[in-house]
């Protein structure tokens, strides 16, 4: 899958995950390329030289424990070796040891499963942040400007002071202007599958509408029976 996000800014990141829980692979795969970066997702080690060569990774998602000759912390080793790739562990090893081994060989953090999507995103931005290669992405509707990077919204000029989780939704939503996003997209995208009940949406969406019809007319519409849609729908 790859997704480069509409705005200014250079190329997506670039982001290899290697896991071999389908259903966990298919899943990390989607959510980041929704959320604008260029994804290139493995099962194991069987093609990283080609990964290596062709794709080149700004950041690694990595199982410990898969099924190819080398495990997460070889892979690990290599990437970082050969192409300087910032790592993130995603793993069921949460042993001292385990965690201690992943650091040593200059991993940039360890995430523990089960995790949520947003806080895997979380995790994600904040390690590209840190190696320089999170490029910055802006995006513009009317007069509303929400940039990525500073992880800020402006309306009309002024700074619209929201939370965190409103920013995630927002960023959603200004990513594709005129798409419905139906509540179920909205929650795998902004917090991850099965985390929160879907009426929680619905709060979250009042309040940015809250917060930004302080300085203009509405524009996060409801679409009946669909979701919610930024501007006209398509």
């Known amino acids: 899958m790859t997704a480069t ?19 966990l692979r298919h899943g990390i795969e989607s959510v980041l390329g929704r959320s604008g970066y260029d994804v290139r997702a493995e099962r ?25 000759e080398l495990d997460g912390f070889a892979i ?30 200059g991993a940039d953090d360890y995430l523990v499963k089960p995790f949520a999507m947003a806080e895997l ?22 007069d509303i400007v929400v940039d990525e990077s500073t992880r800020t919204v402006v309306r009309a000029g002024v700074v619209v002071p929201v939370t965190d989780t409103e920013l995630d939704v927002l960023t959603i939503l200004v ?16 917090w991850g599958f099965d985390e929160y009940e879907p009426n929680l949406v619905e709060v979250y969406i009042s309040s940015l509408r809250r917060k930004l019809e302080v300085l203009g007319p509405r524009v996060i519409e409801t679409v009946r029976g669909q979701g919610y849609v930024l501007g006209p729908r398509e």
Request: aromatic share 4%; glycine share 6%.
């Open 5 to 23: 996000p509409p705005g200014r800014g250079a190329p997506a990141a670039r982001v290899l995950v290697v896991e071999d829980d389908d259903s």
């Open 44 to 68: 194991d080690d069987v093609r990283l030289e080609e990964v290596m060569l062709q794709f080149r990774p700004d950041l690694a998602l990595l199982d410990v424990r898969l099924p190819g």
């Open 76 to 105: 690990a080793e290599r990437l970082r070796a050969e192409a300087g790739t910032a790592v993130v562990f995603i793993t069921a090893a949460d042993a001292l040891e385990d965690r201690l081994r992943g650091f040593e060989l």
């Open 121 to 142: 995103l979380a995790r994600v931005r904040a390690v590209l942040r840190r190696s320089g290669r999170l490029s910055s992405a802006v995006h513009e509707f009317r």
């Open 175 to 190: 990513r594709e202007p005129g798409r419905v996003f139906s509540k179920v997209q909205l929650l795998s995208l902004a």
